[in-house]
């Protein structure tokens, strides 16, 4: 299974405003450029959190995106779900009951073993993407922090002016 890059665009996104202070916003193209993400192709993925309601955009010279909840009210899940066209990973297409060798219909009434255990991965990924929240994400980045970083965002944060509604 490959996800789309947008999920990893939205996750980061998502992770950076949950950060962020209360009543913070930033514009949607200053989070492209903080992660070197064409704004074009970003504000697609944005657009698609903000449907979802687990974004939200405010107009104007101190708008920008913020959380639509707190980041504990966000799993991974839903913002995965938000971002990829499909809903599961694996699709049966039955192929046991193609070719020359193919049994009558009546004899596959469930699911194969194969799609059994496909569905059961399935199921079991978007459990643990279910029950981690960007609060959880959050936590663990402020925990084990990558040296240099917080202050590189804090003096690019200030340069650029990009934190509104403070």
């Known amino acids: ?3 789309s890059e947008t999920v990893e665009w939205g996750l980061h996104a998502c992770l950076a405003l949950a950060m962020m202070p209360d009543g913070a916003r930033i514009p949607a193209r200053s989070l492209a450029e903080y992660h070197g993400i064409k704004p074009g192709y970003f504000s697609k993925a944005m657009q698609k959190l903000v449907a ?3 974004i939200q955009s405010v107009e104007g010279r101190s708008g920008g995106l913020a959380l639509a909840k707190p980041a504990e ?5 839903q913002i ?3 971002l990829e066209d499909h809903k599961t990973f694996f699709r049966c297409t039955e192929i046991r009951q193609k070719g020359p060798c ?3 219909p009546k004899h596959y009434r469930t699911p194969c073993n ?3 255990v496909m569905h059961k991965a399935d199921a079991e990924w978007r459990r643990v993407l279910a029950t981690t929240s960007l609060a959880d994400l959050r936590q663990s980045a402020t925990a084990e922090p990558i040296p240099g970083i917080n202050e590189a965002t804090q003096d690019w944060l200030a340069e650029t002016g990009a934190v509104r509604g403070l």
């Open 1 to 3: 299974m490959q996800l």
């Open 73 to 77: 009210d966000v799993s991974l899940l």
């Open 102 to 104: 193919a049994a009558a």
């Open 52 to 54: 979802a309601g687990i």
């Open 80 to 82: 995965v779900m938000a």
């Open 114 to 116: 194969i799609a059994r």
